[in-house]
């Protein structure tokens, strides 16, 4: 792949890595920092990457170590995992039209780092399980499980489920199921 | 396929064992084992319990959320970024 064919394809990927980078940080001025990271990183390591497969999941993965070997860093240098999520929490109480888009986001900031980044590579990123896995670099049932609980601690935390009056319906659970593995 | 061959077993036996048990038992009996596979298939699809209601306003609002940041225009901090990238195959620099 010439070097501006892997440009392109890096271009047609950032705006995937922004939205992913936001989920693990929660601000666009540190998530851009990540991308331009991450863009640094792949293009360095370019000779690695084999033209025609997975690019996207190439990128995530890179984007994902790069986040995770700065937050041990981090934690080394300043222990305040309490002002991050402080921070990340942060609302516009001016959008009132998005509120309930805010409680959302709240919601999903409340979840454990790792059954949020399941839940949005699978959820929202469009991979399949298989592929989210490989992300992650765990086992194929640990995502399942992680996006399962992540489904489930949200629906608690926002309250959707009543008192009980939807019963658990195996059949339309089947046919509704949200996971789109098709990437 | 599993959950097939067990009910024609059940089915199978089914006329036999009333006549022994009686038919509010075995009705009982057999319901029993019905929920106990329908938990079973409900974790498998991860969903323990969530209907269908809330998983498909989790995924729509996840989706947002997430949309809209892909929607986003690439900043150009970002896209001055990759226009460098090119820059150093083309002339190394000395600097």
Redesign the interface.
């Known amino acids: 792949m010439s ?2 064919d892997f ?1 392109a394809e ?2 047609s990927v ?3 890595l ?2 992913f980078a ?2 693990l940080v929660g601000t666009a001025d540190k ?2 920092d990540l ?2 990271e991450t ?2 990183r792949a ?1 360095d390591k370019r000779s690695s990457f084999t033209p025609g497969t997975n690019l996207k999941g190439w990128l995530f993965t890179i984007l994902r170590n790069e986040f995770y070997s700065q937050m041990r860093k981090r934690k080394r240098e300043v222990s305040d995992p309490e002002g991050a999520m402080a921070e990340r929490l942060s609302s516009h109480p001016e959008q009132v039209g998005k509120l309930d ?1 805010e409680d ?2 709240k919601a ?1 900031n409340q979840l454990p780092e790792d059954q949020r980044e399941a ?2 590579l699978v ?3 469009g991979f399949s399980y298989e592929e989210a896995a490989d992300i992650c670099d765990c086992a194929v049932g640990t995502i ?2 992680r ?2 609980r992540a ?2 601690q ?2 608690n935390i926002l309250k ?2 009543g008192d009980g009056e ?5 059949v ?7 996971a789109s593995p098709a990437a | 396929m599993e959950l097939f061959c067990r009910s024609n077993v059940l089915a199978h036996n089914y006329k036999d064992a009333m006549t022994l048990y009686g038919e509010n038992t075995l009705t009982q009996l057999s319901s029993n084992r019905m929920a106990k596979k ?1 938990d079973e ?2 974790n498998s ?15 729509l ?7 809209d ?4 225009p ?2 150009d ?3 001055e ?2 226009g460098k ?2 820059e150093d ?1 083309k002339k190394p620099k000395s600097e």
Not at chain 1, 172 to 178: E, H, K, S
Not at chain 2, 69 to 72: H, I, R, S
């Open positions: 070097n501006y440009r890096l271009l950032i705006p995937n922004r939205a936001m989920s998530a851009d991308v331009q863009l640094v293009w888009m959302f986001k999903v839940l949005i959820g929202a990123s399942k499980s996006v399962s489904r489930t949200l629906s959707l489920e939807y019963g658990p319906d195996a339309a659970v089947g046919v509704m199921n949200l | 329908d298939v409900e699809t991860g969903k323990p319990g969530m209907s269908p209601d809330s998983q498909a306003f989790i995924g609002k996840l989706r947002e959320l997430y949309d940041v892909v929607a986003e690439v900043p901090r970002l896209l970024l990759l990238l090119g195959e």
